[in-house]
C-alpha cells in the first residue's frame, strides 16, 4: 500500500512541476530532462520501496514458517518421548520377572557346572592314579557307555573257560587294590565279560564267576573295602570287538572295572536317612 501511495505522489508532483516549468517559460529540452530525471528517481524510489515491501512479506513468511517447524518438531519430540517412556515401563513391567529368572536361572547354572567340575576332578584324580599302570599296559581306562572303565584282558587273568586266578594275574590285581584303597570315597562294580562261544548259560555264569573272583581277591588279598565293591556279569552281550575273528573273542574275554557315579555329587540329591 505505502508503494502505491508514494507512485501516485511522485506522478502528482511532476504534473505541478511540468506546469509550473512550462508556466515560467523553461526551454523544452531543459525541462524534457528534468523531468526524465525526475520520472527516474520517482521509479527507482518506487522500485526501491516495493523490494523493501516484498522483503518484509519474505522476512514474515520465514519467520512464520520457522515457527510453524519448531512447534511441529516441538510436537514430534515430545510425542517420541512419551512413546519411548510408554514403551520403557512396558518393558519394566513385562521384563521384571524375566530379569528375576535369568538372574536365577545363572545361580542354577553356575551350581551345576560346580557340580560338573567336582566330578570331573573325581574321575581326573582316578584316571591319574592309574596312569603308571596304563602306560605300563597292565590295564586301559576309557570312558564308555556313561562310565569311566578300567578294563583288564581277561586272558591275562584267567585260563580259557575258568574262573580260578592266574598267579601271575595276583601282584597286577593287589596294584590295582593299593590304587582303589587310595580312592575310599568311591565305588566300583567289577563287571565280567565272555566271547559269544559257549552256551549263553555257561556265559552267564562264567561271566559271574569270574567278577565275584576278583572282588574276593581284592578284598581278602588287597584290603579293599567290601563296601566299596560290587560284582556283575554280563556274558556275551556288551562286547567290544567283532566275536567273529579269534583276535575280537581274546578281547571281548575281559574283567572290567566300572567307577559308579556318585548322584549325590552329580545332582545335588541328599542321601537318605
Not at 513385562?94 to 536361572?105: I, Q
Not at 591319574?128 to 569311566?148: H, T, Y
Request: glycine share 6%; aromatic share 4%; hydrophobic share 40%.
Amino acid at each position: 500500500m505505502r508503494t502505491r501511495t508514494t507512485f501516485w505522489f511522485a506522478h502528482a508532483a511532476l504534473a505541478i512541476l511540468g506546469m509550473s516549468g512550462l508556466a515560467c517559460g523553461i526551454p523544452q529540452e531543459a525541462y524534457d530532462r528534468d523531468m526524465a530525471a525526475i520520472k527516474k528517481k520517482c521509479a527507482d524510489d518506487a522500485e526501491a520501496a516495493r523490494q523493501r515491501e516484498e522483503q518484509q512479506k519474505a522476512r514474515g513468511d520465514a519467520a512464520e514458517t520457522q515457527a510453524s517447524s519448531e512447534k511441529e518438531r516441538a510436537d514430534k519430540t515430545t510425542s517420541d518421548l512419551s512413546g519411548t517412556r510408554k514403551a520403557l515401563d512396558e518393558c519394566t513391567n513385562k521384563g521384571g520377572n524375566s530379569v528375576k529368572s535369568l538372574a536365577s536361572c545363572q545361580i542354577e547354572r553356575a551350581e551345576v557346572q560346580a557340580r560338573l567340575d567336582r566330578v570331573s576332578a573325581s574321575v581326573n584324580k582316578v584316571r591319574d592314579a592309574l596312569k603308571a599302570m596304563s602306560d605300563a599296559g597292565k590295564l586301559q581306562v576309557k570312558v564308555a557307555r556313561g562310565f569311566l572303565i578300567i578294563a583288564l584282558q581277561g586272558d591275562i587273568l584267567f585260563d580259557s573257560g575258568k574262573s580260578k586266578l592266574k598267579e601271575d594275574a595276583k601282584p597286577i590285581l593287589l596294584e590295582l587294590a593299593a590304587i582303589l584303597k587310595s580312592l575310599p570315597d568311591r565305588l566300583f562294580q567289577v563287571a565280567g565279560h565272555t566271547d559269544s562261544a559257549g552256551a549263553e548259560d555257561l556265559n552267564w555264569d562264567l561271566s559271574m564267576q569270574r567278577a565275584l573272583t576278583v572282588v574276593k581277591f581284592l578284598i581278602k588279598d588287597g584290603g579293599v573295602e567290601g563296601k566299596n565293591l560290587s560284582a556283575g556279569g554280563y556274558a556275551m552281550f556288551q562286547p567290544v570287538a567283532d566275536n567273529a575273528t579269534d583276535q575280537g573273542k581274546q578281547t571281548n574275554r575281559r574283567v572290567e572295572f566300572l567307577l559308579i557315579p556318585n548322584l549325590a555329587e552329580l545332582l545335588n540329591v541328599r542321601p537318605s536317612p
